[in-house]
């Protein structure tokens, strides 16, 4: 990496961090209407961020929902594109109270970021556009081509993006696709994500009578949806805590022995991964390390449940609907429609009496994978060895981005996760932040992978 | 029940009504914490509408939490005394959206009256105090001795009552207690309540990590609250709708003979109840009919239960607690602290992993029975035909009145529910009302009784 890009980092960063702490300023929360012109607004202030950083034919091209922001610079004959993917929409700030500062009013303390969206997605796409401009400013071009594409709906699941990369093919094809969207394994251990899991979210509401009623003049002889809905969910899992809907397992293979030998150098510190979250001890599916859980293995969480009364104390009613918001991790072959139709098979042979039950089909992704042989990762991991110090390791992550898997199918080229965030730094969660020390670290593993990229021809 | 009596109710009928609905635009909703002056409002209105009816020694009495109301009238010697109870506080109103009309701005529609507390109680308790004021002016005096009590925390499961009684047991002694505080069968056929179900309400919290988690990221690996929570609460019940929890059935006795030949007798038609509540069927313990598995067993039901995401859509967290609200209706022998012993020992036996699980007792009260043949019963049953122009047939009531036990055992008195509302009337949900029909023959009723238990001497 050339002394001309550090320097240039170097003297704006100031500028520059002020500058992120004006994007994390704009509420872009995708999922509710309410925020729909804070989405927008955030959409322009990219393109805008991007011209001045020296990105052309930058545009915002609309969707059926919130708009895409594309971006190019094609100047590098002979050499690889990459189409550099980021997303701009956050997830929902809630529950307020606890937060420690307002999650749209960013703060800088201990050397982190404190905002909502500061790791999930905004520091770090950020970071992409910022190397850019560093490139053009400092040596008047880029090693190699480089298209962008960042999307306001990948926190509800990217309903349009899809259909954008299929009437876009030809302007958004590249030989790589580069997403930071994600945290590496540790402050202390820098890695490389070469698995992801896919998704499927859903809802099952139960109904029950027109309107709720008194629990002493209809309790025992009505069924009660919230009974019934708990019975029907709790059908779902064994008690080895594996999940007990028929065929759930069936495209899961074994995770293979070179991953299972990767985690158990790690040596992850289960106790205290237990004393960090708060809880006795860690717990799951039997068998199995927390990491290879939360990893290599498929879930069925319960994100939400409501029904009946919510207020202070008690009311005793027997209440007229109960309804569960939930979601599947899913790994190798689990294919997420196929996941929803076993759900819906399982519902029909535990159905309960007395209520009608309806199962919602929300939000899908399938799991990818790449190989850690591939040259393009192993570009990845010489840049990482610049940025950190230090050889980075071969992880899976627990974590959904769908669009992963689309964007390899789609476009036909694989994929390379360059995360650039840390554990514990709250994603979709109160206090969300990004520690400041991968915002320099993270500027020299961009600019190294270019260089990288560049290098290999 | 003398003719000058019927005269004067029928020319005060307008005016009485009209005061009614200012009764019922008081907002005394006892559990919120906003609402304790309204409470305090309807005591006073409710003291100076006693005074007005010629009700004697009229006063305000402080508990530590909303007041009593007590007046008295003592002027009929060497006949018995009866105390009057009812209750001026009344539920929530939400869900608020579910309401014809606003809850708090009472109307007369298809001569019913609609308004939150309409039925229960404020109209109910309104009636005896209007009987009394109908006697006072038409005839001079009463034909018995009546003591009135009424409480502002019925709803709230009436935490200063007892002490109020023990504290004022000289006050207020009779030789019977009378309360109307619940529906009849049905409108073709009165009834006398002989039982009413106890009560004991509860939450379980179950507490995981100490906030919510990614569940991409920890998903499988971390014990999910909510899951937790519906294994523990699905564990509490077999297969057939019965309680599981051990040694909850230890002192129910079978029903009676007589009440389940009276219950056949009544023809209840199931189908056509669900059809009203609006489901498939009904449902609930394997053995017992609907009117048997309302009133004469005992449940455990889920009132309210919350964790997680509760907005619009999908939000991929892993919760850090969840909460349910139940309640047990207990029947015969049942004792509601021994219940929630053989409930945290269900617990203790079902302790999920990973989580920590805590029981918080609330509300408690045991239920109460009186035999069909006692006097005063009796006396009631002529009442009913008076009023109705039928016999009322014998039943017990699945609701809880908690201070009816109460009332019996610290006086030392039976106590006599002529209740004058009807089943469907939205008691605890939107859309409450009261039936105009009752309001009249319910003055009759409780004219009658009084006149009745004169004649017993």
Redesign the interface.
């Known amino acids: 990496m050339a002394m001309s890009i550090q320097q240039y980092l170097a003297e704006h960063r100031e500028q520059h961090l002020s500058q992120l702490l004006d994007f994390l300023r704009i509420p872009s929360v995708s999922?509710?209407s309410k925020h729909k012109p804070d989405v927008r607004k955030a959409a322009e202030w990219l393109a805008d961020t991007m011209k001045q950083a020296g990105i052309e034919n930058v545009k915002i091209m609309e969707t059926e929902g919130h708009p895409v922001v594309y971006g190019d610079w094609l100047h590098a004959p002979g050499k690889p594109t990459a189409l550099v993917y980021g997303h701009y929409d956050v997830?929902?700030a809630?529950?307020l109270d606890?937060w420690e500062t307002p999650p749209f009013e960013p703060e800088i303390r201990d050397n982190k970021i404190f905002a909502r969206g500061a790791t999930d997605d905004k520091a770090q796409l950020y970071l992409h556009i910022k190397a850019v401009e560093a490139y053009l400013n400092a040596e008047g071009s880029l090693p190699v081509n480089i298209k962008f594409c960042f999307e306001g709906e990948e926190e509800?699941?990217s309903p349009n993006l899809s259909p954008f990369l299929e009437k876009h093919r030809e302007m958004l094809k590249a030989e790589m696709i580069v997403i930071s969207d994600g945290?590496m394994y540790s402050r202390e251990q820098p890695s490389i994500c070469i698995g992801l899991?896919g998704?499927c979210?859903?809802?099952i509401e139960v109904k029950?009578?027109?309107?709720?009623?008194?629990?002493?003049?209809?309790?025992?002889?009505?069924?009660?949806p919230?009974?019934a809905l708990?019975?029907l969910?709790?059908s779902m899992?064994n008690e080895d805590g594996s999940i007990a809907v028929e065929g759930f397992y069936d495209h899961v293979s074994a995770p293979s022995e070179a991953i299972r030998k990767s985690y158990e150098a790690l040596q992850d510190n289960e106790q205290k991964?237990a004393d960090e979250?708060?809880?006795?001890?860690?717990?799951?599916?039997a068998g199995y390390s927390?990491?290879e859980?939360?990893t290599l293995?498929?879930?069925l969480?319960?994100?939400?449940?409501?029904?009946?009364?919510?207020?202070?104390?008690?009311?005793?009613?027997?209440?007229s609907s109960?309804l569960a918001?939930m979601?599947c991790?899913l790994v190798d072959q689990q294919d997420p429609d196929e996941i929803f139709d076993l759900i819906e098979a399982h519902i029909e042979k535990h159905k309960p009496?007395?209520?009608?039950v309806q199962l919602i089909r929300?939000?899908r992704g399938k799991p990818y994978t790449i190989a850690p042989d591939h040259p393009y990762i192993e570009a990845a991991a010489k840049a990482y060895e610049a940025g950190f110090g230090q050889k980075p390791v071969f992880i899976q992550?627990?974590?959904?981005i769908p669009i992963v898997e689309v964007f390899s199918r789609l476009l036909n080229a694989p994929v390379v996760m360059l995360d650039l965030g840390l554990?514990g730094e709250?994603?979709?969660?109160?206090?969300e932040h990004f520690h400041l020390e991968n915002y320099d670290k993270g500027l020299i593993t961009i600019c190294s992978f270019w260089d990288e990229v560049h290098s290999q021809g």
Chains 1, 2 share one sequence.
Request: glycine share 16%.
């Open positions: 999922t509710s997830q929902p809630e529950p606890l509800i699941a945290p899991r998704l979210g859903f809802e029950g009578p027109r309107s709720d009623l008194h629990s002493g003049l209809y309790g025992g002889g009505v069924a009660n919230i009974t708990i019975q969910v709790a899992r991964t979250l708060g809880v006795p001890k860690l717990y799951g599916e927390f990491m859980r939360t293995r498929p879930t969480e319960l994100n939400g449940i409501l029904g009946g009364y919510q207020g202070e104390g008690i009311k005793t009613v027997l209440p109960a918001k979601s991790r009496e007395g209520v009608t929300r939000d992550s627990g974590g959904s554990p709250n994603m979709h969660a109160p206090n």
